[in-house]
Every structure is written in structure tokens, then in C-alpha cells.
T-cell receptor
Framework: DTEVTQTPKHLVMGMTNKKSLKCEQH?????MYWYKQKAKKPPELMFV???????INESVPSRFSPECPNSSLLNLHLHALQPEDSALYLC??????????????FGPGTRLLVL | AQKVTQAQTEISVVEKEDVTLDCVYE???????LFWYKQPPSGELVFLIR??????QNEISGRYSWNFQKSTSSFNFTITASQVVDSAVYFC???????????FGAGTRLTVKP
């Protein structure tokens, strides 16, 4: 079973709102990732958690705040977003500590619209 | 520096035609990993295949086949007898052992018409 789930599927928020995206996997994977994908572009890496510790933050603005409460769960907290943050947010997981040799399995994504 | 080039932005074929999606990569690492993902309109990136740099054996899975050639730094993907359900954006990606950042190509949008 290579399933990564994400909620919600769609989210519309105003620039003053606070919301959270949730990602879950039950494959025993120890690395989890957040990607941002704009229309007609490839995914761009935002954050990597390895063994529940943040190992990579790709210079993402502080209005995006990741959290990894346990090895199965990954959250992305959103606050004071801008319209240009509207995108598809994809979560992924891989088996080990997140090294490049691992295959990443992706969730269905959350389509975010910031008004 | 790592780079993946998918020169074909969009391809349109009629059902049952064969189609090849090109992928050319650049890396200075001698060990690396290549991937193909499919992204249907629903948005999920579906893993199709992974190939290690030390394994140049080509692979066939049903109607899908992959041709890995280190000599030309290419990892091309062929769909035989295409079907409407194959319509999607296909991404080629590259990673190296100690780098979390999987580098994606720009993607190729394949449309299969009935």
C-alpha cells in the first residue's frame, strides 16, 4: 500500500485567515515532504522532515509553518498568505531518512486559492 | 549542478498510436536515480518507475517501456498503443544519494484523443 492522504482537497482562504493542511501516511516511512506546484510547472520542494525533524527548509516564507507531530503525520500551517501562494500543495513520503536514493510517494494534493 | 530537460511541452496523439516522451538529464554525480511520474488532471503524482545509474537495463511494464542510455544521458519513456486514460502530464526527475532535492523536468503534457 503506497497511500498518502491529504486533507482538505480544496481550500479557499482570505489573506487574513489561518488554516492548516494535513498529510498522513501509514507506510512506516520516516521522511515526509511538502511541495508547492503552480499551474503548468513542476513541483518545487518546500520542506523535508527526516525522522520527525526538519532537515530542509528551501527558503520558504515564514507565513508557511510546517509541523511533524509524529512519524505518520505532517501539517502545513498557513497564515497571512498572499494571492500568489495559490497553488497545488503536495505531500510526499519516502521510506528512510529522506536521502535521494529513496522513491517518493505523493498524495493527491490540496488545491489552495487565496483571495 | 543537476538538470532535467523535457523538451516536449505538449504531445497530442490519437488512441492506439505509440508515443515516446523524451528526458535528458545532467549531473556530475556518478551515482544517481531517475524517475518518471504521471500527473493526471486530479493532481496526484503517480510513481511509475525508478532507475539507478548503475542499472542500464531497459524495462517493460505492460504498455509502458523505458529506455535508459547513459551514453546520451537520456531516459525516455514509450507508451505503446496509447489510450485516453494515458492523458496526463508526465514528469521525469533526477536525484542523487545525499540530496533530498529531487529535480523535476518541466513536464510533458500528453493528450490522447479517441
Amino acid at each position: 500500500d503506497t497511500e498518502v492522504t491529504q486533507t482538505p482537497k480544496h481550500l479557499v482562504m482570505g489573506m487574513t485567515n489561518k488554516k492548516s493542511l494535513k498529510c498522513e501516511q501509514h507506510m512506516g516511512h520516516r521522511a515526509m515532504y511538502w511541495y508547492k506546484q503552480k499551474a503548468k510547472k513542476p513541483p518545487e520542494l518546500m520542506f523535508v522532515y527526516s525522522y520527525e525533524k526538519l532537515s530542509i527548509n528551501e527558503s520558504v516564507p515564514s507565513r508557511f509553518s510546517p509541523e511533524c507531530p509524529n512519524s505518520s503525520l505532517l501539517n502545513l500551517h498557513l497564515h497571512a498568505l498572499q494571492p500568489e501562494d495559490s497553488a497545488l500543495y503536495l505531500c510526499a513520503s519516502s521510506q528512510g531518512g529522506g536521502r535521494g536514493r529513496e522513491t517518493q510517494y505523493f498524495g493527491p494534493g490540496t488545491r489552495l486559492l487565496v483571495l | 549542478a543537476q538538470k532535467v530537460t523535457q523538451a516536449q511541452t505538449e504531445i497530442s496523439v490519437v488512441e492506439k498510436e505509440d508515443v515516446t516522451l523524451d528526458c535528458v538529464y545532467e549531473t556530475r554525480d556518478t551515482t544517481y536515480y531517475l524517475f518518471w511520474y504521471k500527473q493526471p488532471p486530479s493532481g496526484e503524482l503517480v510513481f511509475l518507475i525508478r532507475r539507478n545509474s548503475f542499472d542500464e537495463q531497459n524495462e517493460i511494464s505492460g504498455r509502458y517501456s523505458w529506455n535508459f542510455q547513459k551514453s546520451t544521458s537520456s531516459f525516455n519513456f514509450t507508451i505503446t498503443a496509447s489510450q485516453v486514460v494515458d492523458s496526463a502530464v508526465y514528469f521525469c526527475a533526477l536525484s542523487t544519494p545525499n540530496n533530498n532535492d529531487m529535480r523535476f523536468g518541466a513536464g510533458t503534457r500528453l493528450t490522447v484523443k479517441p
